[in-house]
Nanobody
């Protein structure tokens, strides 16, 4: 299977952006998904997780209250809605199928004025 992210781009501090991750090649509805990010010169870090039950989610401390992960099983797509973005949110954002080696190619999100 594979994952393809989209929706990245330059955004001003305080702005919002929604990332999408389209999946293919495996049973989407039974899988859990995660968003990670990697800032320049830093290690990749977990941002959010959504389990196969839509209501069960988990967030990093930096994402909680500002980011929302969701999924649409009919469209086989996972979303990351980001609000009140800060310069420290600047990173390449990756979608990951949990408990697998399946990663997307990443989408860049620069936060700058």
């Amino acid at each position: 299977g594979h994952l393809v992210e989209s929706g990245g781009g330059l955004v001003q501090p305080g702005g919002s952006l929604t990332l999408s991750c389209v999946a293919a090649g495996f049973t989407f509805s039974g899988a859990a998904f995660q968003w990670f990010r990697q800032a320049p010169g830093k290690e990749r870090e977990h941002v959010a997780t959504i389990y196969s039950t839509h209501t069960l989610t988990d967030y990093s401390a930096s994402a909680k209250g500002r980011f929302t992960i969701s999924r649409d099983n009919r469209k086989e797509t996972v979303y990351l809605q980001m609000t009140n973005l800060k310069p420290e949110d600047t990173a390449v954002y990756y979608c990951h199928r949990m408990n697998s080696a399946t990663w997307g190619q990443g989408t860049q999100v620069p936060v700058a004025s």
